[in-house]
């Protein structure tokens, strides 16, 4: 566990951060007549104003803290509630600009470390920089400046260390607040937003914490806004300014050390030796005061004050003024570098390769899962005799290998939803698109699904004596890697359509479980129900195609009895009367005719099954690229 000894040791011995990071463009933040209200579907209720026409600036190379969170995701532009109606004017430099350059200009520290557990803190902070630094920085420049960073931050000695996930212990609560604010400064924001950039720390890291990240600001001119609730007193006094809000309104902002004198003149004096922080916190509540309308009252008088005050005048008129000062060019707005496509997807793809080894929750449990379910599936149907009364069996394991193959894949729902919530992060911080994500995210399944479909042959294709021929084999092993693909394809569909993890399970296992309803085998598309025929017996993966036979199971059956004959057994009565009837055998053409298939299909079907595989992606893609949350 870090102590405050080891936080403080940390950051002294931290250097200035690499100048590459310095902000030259990026003079203020402005925000005019800001409002957030809650509306309600029912038409009879009105909007809960949530933040009612707040106005302030922020300047470069100054840190100012505010106490509420929804201010500061509007003025950092994330996305909200549908229910949320926001209102008023934010400029960086005097001028509007869209929600694309923002990003490109910001990055938002969450106060969730949303990092990645299995990667080590010189990984996170080298892949950030590949995500974001351009081609023209060489790969010995990036590595320097992660080497820098780590010194920067006190986080040298911690280098090579996990990061941590739930199975293996990783670094502190500090270390990881450290890391998540290196790994956005490294891609060269010019405005960064901390929500609540002490969380989680006891008092002397997190004077520590603002103390080093107050010392950034100045030496490289960001601007920053930070949210915080309750600092400690010599964390409040490190802060230059702070906006205080009650009910959504504003009751102060100006200097920290200006905030006594204020409160004192409005006839609410801060006392001597208690956190002014507390102190304010509970002037501003009405929540848990005796005497609510009383509170209320106070709350109205210090609303009052305020927009009568020096303060707020100056405020105005710096923000009259700003209006009428000429707005700076866009090209003079300096975004952060990014890197090309191409090396995105790279980086994203070994990013992803390295989680997928050390994370045994990504594939590690899922091949042993695989592994037991062909271990029962080839001591089931232990075996089987080339004889008529095997036939059976024979179909019936075909059936439960594709069917419960791609069933199984239910279980990528967590390890896609942990991809896609970084996904979301980086996406918000303008790091790289829907595009980049999806391709990096099935190119990186594709070794680990072959693997997984070619393990469970080896294992249940020979204990259950399927067609014993090389080609036979690896036609299977065809058929369940393509049968994989497309069952991880729904389950990407259906997290990104419902990125809730009970949800997107749910709702994958029930298309599984409808398309093994209606596919054909348990019951006959001949007698099957008109409306489940002709609505999703087509669209099956597993079981469908025009001829009313299957893409995966019908691929199976030919590649076993296309070219395989059994015996009839003692008294040469044959189950399927076929041209080998005399010689007491029966020819395995003879079973596809009995169920309705036919040869020389393979290639249609394959073609129909990737073009549904395509289909899954490319809605996955959609959906994705539309959502922001």
Not at 63 to 83: D, I, Y
Not at 266 to 283: K, V
Not at 331 to 345: C, I
Not at 380 to 385: A, G, I, N
Request: charged share 15%; proline share 4%.
């Amino acid at each position: 566990m870090e102590t405050p000894q080891d936080t403080m040791s940390d950051l002294e011995n931290g250097a200035g951060l690499p100048g590459a990071h310095s902000n030259s463009t990026v003079n203020k933040l402005s925000w005019k007549s800001i409002s957030v209200s809650s509306s309600s579907r029912a038409k009879d209720v009105k909007p809960t104003p949530i933040i009612s026409n707040v106005d302030g600036i922020a300047m470069a190379g100054r840190f100012p803290q505010c106490m509420k969170t929804t201010l500061l995701n509007v003025l950092a532009r994330r996305g909200g509630s549908r229910t949320l109606q926001v209102s008023g004017n934010l400029c960086v430099n005097n001028r509007t600009v869209s929600r694309s350059q923002f990003q490109a200009i910001s990055s938002y520290v969450e106060q969730e470390d949303a990092l990645i557990g299995s990667l080590t803190v010189r990984e996170t902070l080298n892949f950030a920089a590949r995500l974001s630094l351009p081609s023209s920085v060489s790969k010995p420049e990036r590595l320097a400046r992660v080497e820098e960073m780590l010194t920067s931050f006190g986080l040298r000695e911690q280098a090579d260390t996990l990061v941590g996930t739930p199975i293996r212990k990783g670094i502190s609560g500090g270390q990881k607040r450290r890391l998540s604010i290196a790994s956005l400064l490294i891609t060269g924001p010019k405005i960064l937003f901390l929500d609540e950039p002490t969380s989680g720390l006891d008092s002397t890291a997190s004077f520590e914490v603002i103390k080093y990240l107050k010392k950034v600001v100045r030496q490289h001119q960001l601007t920053v806004i930070a949210s915080i609730h309750q600092p400690s007193t010599a964390t409040f006094d490190l802060f230059d300014k702070l906006l205080l809000l009650s009910a959504g309104r504003t009751c102060y902002f100006g200097p920290v050390v200006d905030t006594r004198s204020y409160m004192e003149s409005r006839g609410s004096p801060i006392p001597y030796y208690i956190n002014p922080a507390e102190f304010l916190l509970d002037l501003t509540s009405s929540d848990f005061a005796d005497d609510s309308d009383e509170a209320n009252a106070s709350i109205t008088r210090l609303h009052s004050d305020w927009e009568k005050s020096e303060n707020a005048g100056q405020i105005a008129s710096s923000l009259q003024l700003s209006s009428n000062e000429k707005p700076v060019p866009d090209r003079q707005l300096e975004a952060k570098a990014h890197a090309n496509f191409p090396v995105v997807v790279l980086a994203l793809l070994h990013r992803s390769f390295i989680k997928s080894y050390r994370d045994v929750v990504a594939y590690g449990i899922r091949l042993a899962m695989y592994i037991g379910l062909a271990i029962m599936m080839g001591t089931v149907w232990l075996r089987l005799p080339e004889t008529q009364s095997s036939i059976g069996p024979f179909t019936n394991a075909i059936f439960f290998g594709s069917a419960f193959m791609s069933f199984m894949a239910v279980a990528y729902v967590p390890a896609f939803l942990e991809d896609r919530a970084t996904f979301i992060k980086e996406r918000a911080n303008g790091l790289y698109g829907a595009t980049a994500f999806m391709i990096s995210n099935f190119l990186i399944g594709l070794p680990y699904l072959f693997l997984i479909s070619l393990v469970f042959s080896i294992i249940a294709y020979w204990l259950n004596n399927f067609r014993p021929s090389a080609s036979a084999f690896f036609t299977w092993v065809m058929w369940l890697f393509l049968d994989l693909l497309a069952g991880e394809s729904l389950v990407v569909l259906m997290s990104s359509l419902f990125p809730n993890f009970v949800i997107a399970l749910a709702l994958t296992a029930f298309a599984n479980g409808l398309w093994m309803s209606v596919g054909g085998f348990l019951v006959s598309p001949k007698v099957l129900n008109v409306f489940w025929r002709y609505v999703f017996h087509y669209i099956d993966y597993t079981n469908a195609d025009k001829c009313q036979q299957s893409y995966v199971f019908q691929g199976m059956m030919v590649n076993e009895f296309a070219h395989r004959t059994y015996s009839c057994g003692e008294g040469c009565h044959c189950m399927y009367l076929t041209e080998l009837a005399p010689q007491c055998r029966i020819d395995g053409k003879g079973v596809l005719a009995q169920y309705g298939y036919e040869e020389g299909k393979t290639g249609e079907w394959v073609g129909i099954l990737l073009a549904i595989l395509v289909v899954y992606r490319l809605l996955g893609w959609l959906v994705t690229h539309l959502r922001s949350t």
